[in-house]
């Protein structure tokens, strides 16, 4: 990524949690990752004016608590500025209805997580590399 500000990702999955981590920190992401367990937790994350606002959202779908469907519909159904954080989903889920629905609620992409961790180091650049060069609203 481009700027300073984290990533935020929710994701309840320990292994997929660390994935990311690891896979982010081989391509030489510099921006900090702040993690939490689901949807719930991200409002309270996201809602708190002492934690910077991050430029990215990476959202599992299959969570306890708040699961990532209703976390989008809030996010998405919100006044600026959490509106217009880029959310791409990173899940397991196949389910043409969880594609529909997230693009239905905004969401900047929607990617299956690669089971092979060379794969998934691939994709984590494709993810970087777009929201390098993307221009957002400050």
Known sequence: ?????P??????????????IRALKELHVTNRVEHVEN?????????????????LILLDLNMPVMGGIEFLR??????????????VVLTTSEEQQDKVESFNLGVA???KKPVDYQRFVETMRTINAYWTVSELPE
């Open 1 to 5: 990524m481009k700027n300073a500000k």
């Open 7 to 20: 990533i935020l990702l929710i994701e309840d999955d320990q292994i997929d949690t660390m994935t990311v």
């Open 39 to 55: 949807g719930e937790a991200a409002l309270s994350y996201l809602n708190d004016p002492a934690k910077d606002r991050p430029c």
């Open 74 to 87: 809030v996010v998405k159904g919100n006044e600026l500025p959490l509106k217009r954080i880029p959310v």
């Open 109 to 111: 992409g929607y990617i």
